[in-house]
């Protein structure tokens, strides 16, 4: 079986990476892939006599761009019923490092890579399936958002990054199954892309296509900030398709429920802390209500002081201008040598009386300022009494994880006594096995010297026979 990538003649870490890893990947041009209930089955070509049943009539069965496309389709059944159905039995959100759905990318990429025609540039040859993925921003206009998120994104400088996160932002929007199926009914635009004879430009495009629509089924919440998209070795794992006699089904099921029992323990002590970090955030929010509550409450002592003070210099101010009226009446008796005076008198009612005004209408300011604090505290209070409330509420929460957590660590723990136990039955059997085995033999080995007895006897036997004769 021929190596995926060719060896340099002077290997480096890089080269011998990808190469390492291609050797352990099958190159589906020399096998045949098909699936056999929920497993996977590879013939190799030379030892099967191929027949045209998979393939239409009109396709030559030895065609190995044929034999790919099949394989492929094959490949894509697997791994979109396989991520199905894991992702149903795990029930939560699937993240980036959940190994079959690394595996759907690699695949679909794989898929879309086949046939790719080869674009010459001033930097070389370029291969990437991501011009065709841009057709769908021209097919479909609501695609032009996942497009413009990929073409934002820090760290994506190659193509073929850029099309792995394509396809990453189109499976958490759950619309990668109508994007392909706009981007196969168009194969007079895919044909600038791909050669005739490619998976894209043929039926089993479709199939995949149609496959698609049940991935809707799935939630997904994948971070691409931080993942090197560009340096990805795409290499399929086919150990995650073929039978392994080696377990039993009940030691897979046991492992099954610790896995589940342990990601519900690690949810659960994330939602703690998320919880916790949230009642912190509101008990700060309460203390700064708090402060600011205290420093209005002051700042109303100070107004109500204030509006005081200018009562009192109201009732002065009018005392002053009572006895002004009355010094006034007094003065018109006099005689006209007091004139100057009465004119001086005048003037200063007049200063007293603007006086007045200024301190009536500053007295109205403050009664309204007043009256806005007032309610500014009413709605205070009761903001602080709604955040008490939910403070109480998170609380209560809080407590009620707290017991979850605890008797999901008691289920733990149960679990693990079990495999122990389990362990120690193994252990014992083992050496069951051992000592039989040793009986066994020894029994074995009696037998042999009873059959050298027995000959020895019937040797004898034939001699007095012979003697008596």
């Keep these: 079986m021929s190596d995926l990538t060719p060896q340099s003649e002077t290997p480096t870490p890089t080269t011998d990476k990808i190469t390492q890893a291609a050797r352990e ?16 089955c590879l013939r190799e070509l030379n030892d099967i006599s191929l027949t045209p049943d998979p393939e239409p009539a009109h396709e030559d069965p030895k065609d190995p761009i044929a034999i790919e496309r099949l394989n492929l389709m094959n490949m894509a059944k697997l791994s979109i019923k396989g991520l199905i159905e894991s992702a149903l039995n795990l029930g939560r959100t699937l993240d980036s490092d959940y190994a079959p759905l690394q595996q759907f ?49 820090p760290g994506l400088k190659t193509p073929l990054g850029r099309g792995r996160a394509w396809l990453r932002l189109a499976l958490m929007q759950k619309k990668l199954s109508d994007y392909m199926k706009t981007i196969i009914n168009r194969k007079d635009l895919l044909s600038e892309f791909y050669e005739p004879n490619a998976l894209m430009m043929e039926e089993e495009g479709a199939v995949i296509a149609g496959l698609l629509v049940g991935l809707n089924v799935i939630d997904a919440n994948l971070c691409m900030k931080g993942e090197d998209l560009d340096s990805q070795v795409g290499v399929i794992d086919f150990s995650m398709y073929l039978k392994d006699g080696g377990h039993s089904s009940k030691s897979a099921e046991g492992d099954g429920q610790i896995t589940a029992i342990l990601d519900q323990k690690n949810y659960v002590e994330e939602l703690n802390r998320h919880l916790s970090a949230s009642v912190n955030n509101l008990q700060a929010k309460v203390d700064a209500l708090e402060k600011s509550n205290t420093k209005l409450t002051e700042e109303l002592a100070v107004a109500n002081n204030r509006i005081i003070t200018l009562q009192e210099d109201v009732e002065r101010v009018k005392e002053e201008s009572s006895y002004q009226l009355e010094s006034r009446k007094a003065l018109r008796s006099d005689s006209a040598a007091d004139g100057q005076a009465l004119g001086e008198t005048r003037k200063q009612l007049k200063e007293e009386t603007l006086l007045r005004l200024d301190v009536e209408k500053e007295l109205e300011v403050q009664i309204g300022m007043k009256q806005e604090m007032e309610l500014s505290m009413k709605m205070l209070e009761k903001d602080i009494c709604e955040k008490q409330d939910a403070l109480v509420e998170l609380r209560q929460q809080l407590e009620d994880l707290r017991t979850i957590n605890q008797q999901l660590s008691h289920k733990s ?42 000959r020895n006897l019937n040797s004898a036997a034939g001699k007095l026979l012979h003697l008596q004769q």
């Design 105 to 153: 990318f690699v695949v679909m990429e794989h898929c879309l890579k086949h046939g790719l025609k080869t674009k010459k540039t001033f930097l070389g040859q370029n291969k990437s399936f991501w011009g065709a993925l841009e057709l769908v921003e021209k097919l479909t206009p609501e695609a032009g958002e996942i497009t413009a998120s990929v073409k934002d994104l």
């Design 413 to 454: 723990q149960s679990a693990d006594a079990s495999s122990k136990q389990k362990s120690d039955v193994i252990a014992r059997l083992e050496e069951k096995i051992n000592q039989m085995s040793g009986t066994v033999k020894q029994l074995e080995t009696s037998e042999k010297h009873l059959v050298k007895q027995a």
């Design 25 to 40: 990947t099958i190159y589906l041009c020399n096998f045949r892939v098909s699936v056999d209930g929920e497993w996977l």
